[in-house]
Structure formats: structure tokens, C-alpha cells
């Protein structure tokens, strides 16, 4: 239809025998280019804008989309694909960071030998690792939004010695175990509040703060727990305790004439 002479007369002045969507991509492509070759990588953000005025961050989401629907392939050909996987095109966002935290929190625990790890906690590479594994347990405990942990990172994630329970779980049966012990030697859970037990944990304080919170704040089983052990929650008035001991030392000695080092259930 066109023949020679057509086609010279028209590239004489300027005609792009292109599609319009595969300029596009030449245009879009040569971004992406400039932006890995600066930073070395592909991970903008949706709202990014080159230079020129290119919405980059869409464009590198839209494929994402393109490729994980499956639809545009006429688009985003195989070759396209490879060119991007050059630059170090990340398809899937949410593995990615999830093998990136997680690859940190290994190193942290190949230098420390556990995940007791601070939440404010920042690994070398800027890594919010310690948030990160807070969010994992509320994740797997159905406590915040996310797609679920599948099998295999949850077991990824035992192997180097996650703790799946919150930081107050842990600080609870940290208390609880101090509690459980001196109740072995005791018989009881009346604690001085002043009290440090031998691993220099400091329990009165604890047990203090568990009957100031209040019974009702507790979980069933917290509940359960404690009251196996004889907890107090509500703490009897000091003066009429004492009392109490004195009117039973009157009634078996019938006077008041108490030595001043005398002790009656530990007063």
C-alpha cells in the first residue's frame, strides 16, 4: 500500500513506525535504567517521579500487577521481563522484605545466639528487625493485618530460636517462674515488696504490680495460675494484720509485754 517512495517521503519528516505503547516502554524502560544505575536497585515507591516527570513508581507497580494476573503479556513479553530482572526488578514485594528482615535477624542471631531482640531495635543495614518480629507474632496470632506465615517460615523462624510469645508474655512468665519458685520454698506468695529472689529478680515489686492491675486484668489461665499459688489480689489493711498477731499473742500470754525483736508470720 505504502511502497518505497511512501515510506521515504514520510521518514523525511519524522514518521515513528512504532507502536505508541512500545515507545512507551523505551521511554519508560530508560528511567528505570538511570534509576538502578544510581541506586542499584528497583525498589521505588509508587509516588516516585524521575526527573523528567515520569511516574516511574506506578510504572514498576503496574507491571508487578501485569505479571502476577497474568494479563498484558503482549506487553510485558518474556524479554521485557528479562531485561528487568537485569536491573534487579523485585516481582514480589512482600517476599522480598519478608527474606530481607529475615536474613537480618539471622545474622543477629549467629552473633548474639538468640531473637531477644529490642522492638526499637535497627539492624546494620537500617532494619527495623525488632518491630519486625513483633509483627510476625501478631501476625501468626491473628492480632493485625498481613498474609499469614506460611509452614515453612514459621519453621524458617524456629529454627533460630524464635519466641512466637509477646514481650509482656514473656516479661509475665519471667515473673511467674519467680513466683512458682518461691512458692516451692515458701508455701506461700506473701512477698515483701521489697523482696529480690536469688537470680536477683525482683519479685515483691512484681507480684505488687500483678494485685495493683487487678484480678479482672488477667487471663483465665494468668488467673489460674496465680491462685494455685495462693495469690493475694487484694492486700488486707497493714493495721488490722497486726492486729490480729497481737491480739493472738495476748490471748496466749495474756499481756502485751513483747520483746521488740519478736516476729509473728513474718512481722
Known amino acids: 500500500v505504502l511502497g518505497e517512495e511512501r515510506v521515504r517521503k514520510l521518514n523525511q519528516i519524522g514518521m515513528v513506525w512504532g507502536s505508541y505503547r512500545d515507545l512507551a516502554w523505551d521511554r519508560y524502560y530508560a528511567e528505570a535504567k538511570k534509576y538502578y544505575e544510581r541506586h542499584g536497585n528497583l525498589n521505588t515507591n509508587v509516588s516516585d517521579v524521575s526527573d523528567s516527570g515520569i511516574r516511574l513508581g506506578a510504572w514498576i507497580?503496574?507491571?508487578?500487577?501485569y505479571r502476577k494476573s497474568g494479563i498484558q503479556k503482549a506487553y510485558l513479553t518474556q524479554e521485557r521481563i528479562s531485561k528487568l530482572d537485569e536491573l534487579g526488578m523485585i516481582w514480589d514485594v512482600p517476599d522480598y522484605l519478608w527474606e530481607e528482615n529475615y536474613m537480618e535477624c539471622l545474622q543477629y542471631y549467629r552473633e548474639h545466639g538468640n531473637l531477644d531482640i529490642p522492638n526499637a531495635y535497627c539492624s546494620p543495614k537500617g532494619?527495623?528487625?525488632?518491630?519486625?518480629?513483633?509483627?510476625?507474632?501478631?501476625?501468626?496470632?491473628g492480632k493485625t493485618s498481613g498474609a499469614d506465615l506460611t509452614k515453612e517460615q514459621i519453621a524458617r523462624l524456629n529454627e533460630i530460636g524464635m519466641v512466637w510469645k509477646t514481650k509482656p508474655e514473656q516479661q509475665w512468665e519471667r515473673g511467674y517462674t519467680e513466683a512458682l519458685a518461691y512458692y516451692g520454698e515458701y508455701g506461700n506468695l506473701k512477698v515483701p515488696v521489697s523482696y529480690v529472689s536469688p537470680s536477683g529478680y525482683k519479685l515483691g515489686s512484681w507480684i505488687a504490680d500483678q494485685r495493683e492491675k487487678g484480678k479482672e486484668k488477667h487471663s483465665v489461665r494468668q488467673q489460674r495460675q496465680l491462685d494455685e499459688l495462693g495469690m493475694i489480689w487484694v492486700k488486707p489493711d497493714s493495721w488490722e494484720v497486726r492486729y490480729r498477731l497481737?491480739?493472738?499473742?495476748?490471748?496466749?500470754?495474756?499481756?502485751?509485754?513483747?520483746?521488740s525483736k519478736y516476729r509473728a508470720d513474718g512481722v
Open 61 to 65: 507497580c503496574q507491571l508487578r500487577t
Open 127 to 141: 532494619l527495623k528487625i525488632g518491630a519486625w518480629l513483633r509483627r510476625q507474632r501478631l501476625i501468626r496470632k
Open 246 to 259: 497481737v491480739k493472738e499473742y495476748y490471748e496466749k500470754y495474756g499481756n502485751l509485754n513483747i520483746p
